[in-house]
């Protein structure tokens, strides 16, 4: 199964930018669609980004539309997400989420999370 590593959170100013890194090790990540996913204290784990094996293919949610672009390295096993414009309502821990081809066995990996925190 895929491990993934977050970096890049931080105590940032709203407007500010930040960019998260997501490194994988134990597989090949261009095998796999990676998600962005991000919990504040006190809500439910809400859907961010998710980019295709290839990179191709990218899908955001509203709240980030616009603002946030996930990107790939597969050559370095990286997903990156640039954020940017940030607002005090994007503070959560951001965690990404590799999903395996649909004929391998493994289940969805999940990486110990960033924190991000945006004030006002």
């Known amino acids: 199964q895929v491990q993934l590593v977050e970096s890049g959170g931080g105590l940032v100013q709203a407007g500010d930018s930040l960019r998260l890194s997501c490194a994988a090790s134990?597989?090949?990540?261009?095998?796999?669609?990676v998600n962005w996913f991000r919990q504040a204290p006190g809500k439910e784990r809400e859907f961010v980004a998710v980019?295709?094996?290839?990179?191709?293919?990218?899908y955001y949610s509203d709240s980030v539309k616009g603002r946030f672009t996930i990107s790939r390295d597969n050559a370095k096993n990286t997903v990156f997400l640039q954020m940017n414009s940030l607002k005090p309502e994007d503070t959560a821990v951001y965690c990404c989420?590799?999903?395996?081809?649909?004929?391998?066995?493994?289940?969805?990996?999940w990486g110990q999370g960033t924190q991000v925190t945006v004030s006002s």
């Open positions: 134990g597989r090949t990540l261009s095998m796999y669609a």
């Open positions: 980019i295709s094996g290839s990179g191709d293919s990218t």
């Open positions: 989420a590799a999903d395996p081809p649909s004929d391998s066995p493994d289940d969805r990996s």
